[in-house]
């Protein structure tokens, strides 16, 4: 009864007899009344940094991903010791839209079952009060999805594959970007967890940091933590982007560059310090790669302090050592921003015939990806490489404020099927985990965030590797900037993809001669369609799927 008595209010929720508040979601749910509790784009106190005792926990430590039908548990603790009157959890869908809310007189010991019908990533805040103002909001996120490693293969046979840039240098042990895994988990439980559910989402390639310690020209290279790593990836059947770098020891630069006192892993080194590295890299991992990239971003200061030529003359001696162990396997360049466009031009011709991919790296919006694509193929076209091959091997858009969690699904969706459209043989998202530590940074574009919290982007990836398995590109309906609609055909239906890019929502009537026709929302929930011959949904900004069984014509007006 004090329990009872200590509920403020459950709008779109109960309370259960064994003592947990229920919440049941699904997709299209009505919003609720926020009350006093802030929009998602408002300023609030982190509470990750700045009142640790406020807690929201998955039951099992870091199980943040659920298949169809579990039931998602979370205990939250906010004792009187934080200062506050009462804690306020809401749950809001993927297209920001609060679906439900309760809250408690503090102190605050309580369990949340999270049931879902259907398939969807939430998101959930729980807001620390002091009558009506919020001191601290904490931010957690969970999915119900279905694993898509049945997919996989079909992914990796298919003419478009989808992989993610991983970075357990980073991220799994601490460093200069902050704490490397969450508190609950050791370094091994994050690696193995960061890994696996990127394997339950279906990508297929990852192009790790290769995390070695030389400490001197006279020591051998310390492979374990990098060893352990990357096995996580390639024990799970991911093919590697093996990007090649610099050995980064003090001792390893050109004699020019000793005095520098930034990362010595920026500067070029010496030939034979180089050599030995790549072969040892090679020699560990180079069975597992898809392609070989020379470095990363050169044409960006950030990354390359060297002069151009000098970043030429180590694709020489980089190049040698991967033919001299992989003859066969694809290189591609470091990942072209353009950022220094004449550096940018002289890699192209220089490395035109050393490299057989093109690799670029375009973040931000869909506008931006066709921006560098095109100048990525002009270039090409100047320095006349023939029918080249492309792969964007880094794509991301920065959530860097939580209404920004649906701008960054939405975009990355919509960038794959930019990319599949425009004859890109693969992509790399950015980036598996976000690694400066809790949500709410400058630096965060992972679709699982510090604490293996899947973010919107996680379902709205999820759900286009499942929807799109086994498809092949067949032609562009429209590309203007109101509305993007891309037809895939697969083996028993034609599929139209459509989004519209600068987010004004539109109606669109789809057209075509299938015998059944069902949309697809943009965690991958299905709704029949009444008229299979004129199918009419709404253009936004995550793409829709609209699938016709048996159609040989589609079309959008």
């Not at 220094?340 to 002289?346: A, K």
């Not at 498809?471 to 309906?477: N, P, T």
Request: aromatic residues 10%.
């Amino acid at each position: 009864m004090q329990r009872l008595l200590r509920v403020l209010f459950c709008t779109g929720a109960m309370t259960m007899a064994q003592g947990a508040t229920e919440m049941a979601l699904r997709p299209g749910q009505a919003a609720v009344d926020l009350g006093k509790v802030p929009r998602l784009w408002d300023a609030v106190a982190d509470a990750d940094r700045v009142q640790p005792l406020l807690t929201l926990d998955a039951e099992a430590a870091c199980r943040w991903v659920l298949a169809p039908g579990e039931t998602m548990r979370v205990h939250l603790q906010a004792p009187a010791a934080v200062g506050g009157t009462r804690a306020v959890l809401t749950v809001w869908d993927w297209q920001r839209s609060p679906v439900s809310q309760a809250g408690w007189a503090l102190p605050v010991d309580e369990w949340v079952a999270l049931t879902v019908t259907g398939r969807g990533v939430y998101l959930l805040t729980l807001d620390l009060f002091d009558g009506d103002t919020c001191l601290a909001r904490l931010p957690r996120s969970f999915a119900v999805l279905p694993s898509n490693e049945d997919k996989r293969e079909t992914w990796r046979q298919g003419e478009f594959w989808v992989g993610v840039c991983c970075f357990p240098g980073r991220q799994h042990w601490r460093n200069d970007f902050g704490p490397g895994h969450p508190p609950q988990l050791t370094e091994e439980q994050t690696r193995e967890m960061d890994a696996e559910l990127s394997r339950r989402l279906g990508v297929t390639v990852a192009r790790p940091d290769i995390a070695a310690v030389w400490p001197a020209a006279d020591q051998p290279i310390d492979f374990a933590r990098a060893d352990a790593a990357i096995a996580a990836w390639t024990s799970r059947g991911f093919a590697l982007d093996l990007q090649l770098w610099n050995p980064g020891a003090d001792w390893s630069v050109l004699p020019k560059y000793a005095a520098v006192t930034d990362p010595k892993w920026r500067y070029p080194a010496r030939e034979e310090a180089l050599r030995a590295f790549v072969g040892a890299c090679l020699d560990r991992w180079g069975s597992y790669a898809k392609l070989v990239e020379l470095g990363n971003e050169t044409d960006n200061p950030d990354f390359w302090r060297g002069t151009p030529e000098e970043y030429l003359r180590w694709c020489e001696v980089v190049t040698e050592e991967v033919r001299r162990r992989l003859p066969d396997i694809p290189i591609a360049n470091g990942g072209y921003t353009f950022m220094l466009p004449e550096w940018s031009g002289q890699y192209i011709r220089a490395l035109r015939e050393a490299t057989q991919i093109q690799a670029y790296h375009a973040h931000g919006g869909v506008d931006l990806t066709k921006q560098l694509l095109t100048t990525l193929r002009t270039g090409l076209a100047a320095a006349a490489v023939a029918r080249p091959r492309v792969v964007n091997t880094e794509m991301g858009f920065c959530a860097w404020r939580l209404d920004m969690e649906r701008h960054m699904a939405a975009t990355a969706v919509q960038k794959l099927l930019y990319c599949w459209a425009h004859g890109n043989e693969g992509a790399l998202l950015y980036c598996s985990r976000e690694y400066t530590g809790p949500r709410l940074t400058a630096n965060d574009w992972g679709y699982l965030d510090y604490f293996l919290c899947p973010r919107f982007m996680y379902g709205a990836v999820g759900a286009f590797i499942d929807h799109l398995a086994g498809a092949r590109f067949e032609r562009i309906a429209a590309e203007t900037d109101g509305l993007h609609a891309y037809v895939f055909a697969t083996p028993d239906a034609r599929v139209l993809a459509l989004f519209a890019p600068n987010d004004q929502e539109r109606e669109v009537t789809v057209e075509s001669d299938g015998k059944a026709a069902l949309s697809v929302d943009p965690m991958g929930n299905e709704t029949p369609a009444e008229n299979p011959a004129l199918v009419r949904v709404k253009a936004g900004l995550y793409p829709t799927l609209v699938r016709c069984a048996g159609a040989t014509t589609i079309s959008v007006k």
